[in-house]
């Protein structure tokens, strides 16, 4: 992301509208659950509040340790986009001037990124920013700030056309691998055995739908991406450059305040916007 991050804009993106995940979910049996980790975050127009995950250790462990210690305590949301992001917790926004350009990184704060396809930007997902890949390309996050997702709503349509501009190279290769070479047979096949052509045609769908899924830089939306992306919104561009960590579940109108605000050339609000304390809490569900 940038006052120093730059969110890299993601791969639009494909040919097949849906693939769903096969992981299976594992059932806890709610004597053995882990309370879950609430983050409350009081701030001068409101409160936030947001569930941290339990398969990002590091990340998480990282931020309660430095909530715990109170590092970002009374620093500002030095960056708001509306339909993006609001980014806050910056060290040097704590006292910093009115006007001034803040919310700079920190290299001594990275991290290495545990980034899971099924923790995604949709609206609420709170997330480590990070610094471009030309000088971080293990895609390092940096702790000592965190964004939170505004995003848009997508339509269904919208989705499928950043799918087929995302894939259409990967496609065409896979077309001159499977179909074109056997074009005209199909073609003849499909005025003589109609129920073969049709077999055949499947065959080569799936062998093309099967290049794009193993071709790195391919955009395949899930099930659970789509439905979030339509509905609640979210930035499906920011997914799979950083980590998720969480989620907010309360305080979305706060969410949509910080973003509207007036902003400066650099996108800090004209009128400071300041976390006042971020706590940490158990929640057993």
Known sequence: MKK??????????????????????????????????????????????????????NHVRTFIERAKRGEYNGTLFTRVLPEFMIQGGAPDSRNAPAGARCGFGDRNSEIMPEIRPHHFNKRGALAAPRQNDDINPQKKSDMSQFYIVQGKVYTSGELDTLEMIANQDIKEKAMQKFFYPVRAELRMQKASNKREYQKRLRKINAQVDSMIRATPGHLLFTKEQRKAYTTEGGCHHLDGNYTVYGELIEGFDVLDIIAGQPRDEYDRPKKDIRIIQLTIDNFQS
């Open 4 to 57: 120093s991050y730059c969110i890299l804009l993601g791969l639009l993106a494909c040919l097949s509208p849906v693939f769903g995940q096969g992981d299976a979910d594992t059932v806890i049996s709610a004597s053995e659950q882990v309370p879950a980790k609430i983050v409350t975050i009081n701030t001068s127009v409101g409160t936030l509040k947001a569930k941290l995950y339990d398969d990002v250790p």
